[in-house]
């Protein structure tokens, strides 16, 4: 039987209670003063807690812990199960080395979960697939970063580097085949083919042509630089491209003030003046479960 690990999400009820301290009137009080939905948010934590003690029945022999309870590198399972949304899914990856995952929304009326194999809506289905091996393995591209040498988390989604503040503008000289430009904007994104829908499509569709939605298993990244001062630009060619595997993308940060990067917005790293990051597909593709 293989070791399965469920990391479920916390709803929004159970975690601005525990966050809070609050009761369960006083949370009801709070989400009234604030206008909250507060209809939607119970039913929300309802079907979610549904879910959850669904799936432990359906596959009572797997261990399922929260969210916040995962501090450390998931060693000793087969297979990790995400319980949630997107952000829930990426969070998970950044514990999991080489386990296959499976991505499962639990709350698919309020949660899009473009990254999850399957919804709530699937649950018997997929504990069946489980427990029979009835699965294949599917490898997404990750990002691999250093910042002066040193390795830090891998990217399921994307890598943003750019200044913590939103009013200040973003310096870096770009390095990219050979070529070298400096850029003056609100920061970069080196997205994934998982990435690809997301913040970085956001940022291209109002910004340049090209850089298209693109598959999680393609060996390539897309990068756009994000409102890119226009005296020193990038050219067209250039403002929104990719780096395919074998090639590397070089920042070498001239911030001003509070620089830093982020891996899939979860984790912080300094990139302040003089830091050097480079960034490339990684050979170690995430391995995702699709039942």
Same mark, same amino acid.
């Given at each position: 039987?293989?070791?399965?690990? *469920? ?5 929004k009820y159970e975690y601005e209670r525990k966050k809070f301290e609050l009761s369960h009137e006083e949370i009801i009080a709070k989400y009234s003063a604030e206008r909250a939905n507060l209809e939607a948010i119970l039913q929300s934590h309802d079907g979610q807690l549904k879910t959850r003690l669904t799936l432990q029945e359906l596959l009572p022999d797997a261990r399922l812990i929260m969210m916040d309870q995962l501090k450390e590198q998931i060693l000793d399972y087969d297979m990790v199960i995400?319980?949630?949304? &997107? ?6 990856? $950044? ?8 991505? @499962? ?13 399957? /919804? =709530?809506?699937? *649950? ?8 029979? %091996? ?10 691999? =970063? /250093? ?7 891998? !990217?399921?989604? #994307? ?12 310096? $870096?000289?770009? *390095?990219?085949?050979?070529? %070298? ?35 999680? /298993? #393609?060996?390539?990244? !897309?990068?756009?630089? /994000? #409102?890119?001062?226009?005296?020193? !630009?990038?050219?067209? &060619?250039? $403002?929104?491209?990719? @780096?395919?595997?074998? %090639?590397?993308?070089?920042? $070498? ?16 790293? &300094? ?5 050097? =990051? ?14």
């Amino acid at each position: 039987m293989a070791r399965i690990l *469920i990391v479920a999400k916390q709803s929004k009820y159970e975690y601005e209670r525990k966050k809070f301290e609050l009761s369960h009137e006083e949370i009801i009080a709070k989400y009234s003063a604030e206008r909250a939905n507060l209809e939607a948010i119970l039913q929300s934590h309802d079907g979610q807690l549904k879910t959850r003690l669904t799936l432990q029945e359906l596959l009572p022999d797997a261990r399922l812990i929260m969210m916040d309870q995962l501090k450390e590198q998931i060693l000793d399972y087969d297979m990790v199960i995400s319980l949630g949304g &997107d952000n829930s899914f990426i969070y998970v990856t $950044h514990f999991i080395g080489n386990i296959p995952i499976l991505g @499962i929304n639990s709350d698919p009326r309020r949660s899009t979960g473009a990254l999850c194999a399957v /919804t =709530a809506n699937s *649950i018997e289905r997929v504990a069946k697939s489980i427990q029979n %091996e009835k699965f294949r393995i599917e490898n997404w591209t990750r990002l691999q =970063a /250093t910042i002066d040498g040193k390795l830090i988390t891998p !990217a399921t989604s #994307e890598y943003f580097f750019g200044e913590k503040l939103r009013k200040d503008m973003s310096r $870096h000289i770009l *390095i990219y085949r050979g070529k %070298e430009y400096e850029q003056k904007s609100s920061g970069i994104i080196i997205a994934t083919g998982a990435g690809s829908t997301g913040w970085y499509d956001s940022a291209n569709r109002f910004s340049w042509p090209g850089g298209d939605r693109f598959d999680k /298993t #393609e060996q390539k990244a !897309a990068f756009i630089v /994000t #409102e890119p001062y226009r005296y020193v !630009a990038l050219p067209s &060619d250039v $403002h929104a491209s990719y @780096i395919l595997a074998g %090639e590397e993308l070089i920042l $070498h940060s001239l911030n001003d003030g509070d620089g830093y990067a982020t891996a899939d917005s979860w984790e912080e790293f &300094d990139f302040s003046r003089g830091r050097k =990051a480079v960034i490339r597909i990684s050979d170690k593709p995430l391995k995702i479960i699709i039942p």
